[in-house]
């Protein structure tokens, strides 16, 4: 069964911190790894697309990079503010789509002053 | 700016009433989707269209219907609302279909009581 599993599956940071959030996922083989942040009572709004090519991609604060062989990705969240409290998702689509998206579940991130 | 809206933001209704969800975007997509998102889930899809007359089911179809007569407008309909039903519901657009990006709304929440 494909799955994306996300951790931690919340985090509480103080401003100007750095942290990192993780993505598992089991789809095989992927076209893409994206990361969406969902701030509260809003839509996804994408940060990040990574290519099974790609190790690594950066939009400002944030960097995504990706392990293929083990499936793995993060996302890197440098000099935290406090909007960056959100919750983060991360979404792998498989080669042969087959009409599908996979979302992890997220993680709540909240950065306190 | 090309935008995607859904409304109502927010409705209460009563279980068996019929329920119609709008979504409307301007983005000129070919590619719209309708997704529910509940606690401890990923977002889910419900139905997909590819364009004006084409109606797909996704994974949890059950209970809803969409219709597309144009490209801007996919309306997600609940024939008869049940509490399972209880859900924020996002709709998205895609220049690509599954391959491409995904613009999502800023959600429906749906209590059916």
């Known amino acids: 069964k494909n799955q994306v599993e996300q951790s931690p599956q919340s985090l509480i940071i103080l401003e100007g911190k750095n942290c990192t959030l993780q993505c598992n996922y089991t789809v095989s083989p992927f076209s893409n790894l994206r990361w969406y942040k969902q701030d509260t009572g809003r839509g996804p709004v994408s940060l990040t697309i990574?290519?099974?090519?790609?190790n690594t991609k950066s939009n400002g604060r944030y960097t995504a990079t990706l392990d293929a062989d083990t499936k793995q990705s993060s996302l890197h969240i440098t000099a935290s503010q406090l909007s960056d409290s959100a919750s983060y998702i991360c979404?792998?689509?498989?080669?042969?789509?087959?009409?599908?998206?996979?979302f992890g579940t997220g993680t709540s991130l909240t950065v306190i002053p | 700016d090309a935008e995607i809206t859904q409304s109502p933001r927010h409705k209460i209704t009563e279980t068996g009433r019929q329920v119609t969800l709008a979504c409307h975007q301007t983005w000129n997509h070919n590619n719209m989707f309708w997704y529910r998102q509940d606690l401890g889930h990923g977002l889910r899809l419900i139905h997909y269209s590819y364009g004006v007359q084409d109606t797909n089911k996704g994974e949890v179809s059950d209970g809803y219907s969409v219709s597309r007569s144009n490209t801007e407008d996919l309306p997600l309909t609940l024939e008869s609302a049940a509490s399972s039903q209880t859900s924020v519901y996002f709709c998205?657009?895609?220049?690509?279909?599954?391959?491409?990006?995904?613009?999502f709304g800023e959600g429906s929440r749906l209590t059916v009581l």
């Open positions: 990574m290519t099974f090519s790609e």
């Open positions: 998205a657009s895609s220049e690509f279909g599954f391959a491409g990006e995904l613009f």
């Open positions: 979404v792998v689509t498989p080669l042969n789509s087959g009409n599908q998206f996979y």
